[in-house]
């Protein structure tokens, strides 16, 4: 049982540059979400989702795009990154609202 | 909206010390409390939850009591582990779908 898996765990980009973070779940959960980990500020909400064909945004969504096509699959998408993009960013998913939410490993995305 | 704050850290305790982080929340409605912890390099994970007030949640020797009179959320363990070492963070989630986490505890645990 693989839980949630990103892809890349690494990137570099330049300013400007496009690219999709992947995320894939294998336990069937409805709610899935996209954050990003600061430094002193904790985990922040970019986008949601609490099935396949609904996508919500969160608290700090700008800058960044999400579909949810699949109950598995809900990718983020930099159309293009800018150096306040550089951050840790985390995909989770969880049966419900009040349940124990499941993290990928994460992407560390540095933007020069 | 919803809020969640914890003790700034970092923190570094010695071998078989007793370790204490503060959270406190705001919340609209009756959220469910989580503790996540970090391991480094890794993503976060589920530590304990409460799911109502005075539901203590526990697991690995850490302990949390929900308190809503104190809109709080306390994690303790009695005797810390150099493999304790990590960040730690409090969470809740309210009907929303949604966590709202806290900023972090960094603990470091010195052999």
């Known amino acids: 049982n693989a839980g949630v898996t990103q892809t890349p765990k690494f990137q570099v980009l330049k300013t400007g540059q496009s690219m999709t973070l992947q995320c894939a779940q294998d336990m069937n959960h409805e709610y899935m979400s996209w954050y990003r980990q600061d430094p002193g500020m904790g985990l922040r909400l970019i986008h949601y989702s609490v099935g396949a064909g609904i996508t919500d945004q969160g608290e700090v969504p700008n800058g960044y795009n999400v579909s949810r096509s699949t109950t598995e699959d809900f990718p983020l998408r930099l159309l293009s990154a800018a150096p306040s993009q550089t951050s840790v960013y985390f995909c989770a998913s969880s049966e419900g609202d009040l349940t124990e939410a499941f993290f990928g490993q994460g992407t560390r995305l540095t933007v020069v | 909206g919803n809020s969640v704050t914890q003790m700034e850290g970092p923190v570094t305790l010695s071998e078989e010390a007793f370790l204490t982080i503060n959270c406190t929340y705001t919340?609209?409605?009756?959220?469910?409390l989580f503790w996540y912890v970090q391991y480094p390099g890794e993503g976060l994970q589920l530590l304990l939850k409460a799911t109502k007030a005075d539901d203590k949640g526990s697991n690995k020797g850490f302990e949390a009591t929900y308190r809503k009179e104190t809109t709080s959320f306390h994690l303790e363990k009695g005797s810390v582990q150099v493999s304790d070492s990590a960040v730690y963070f409090c969470a809740l989630s309210d009907n929303d779908y949604k966590l709202s986490f806290g900023a972090g505890t960094t603990v470091t645990v010195r052999a």
């Open positions: 919340a609209t409605g009756y959220p469910s």
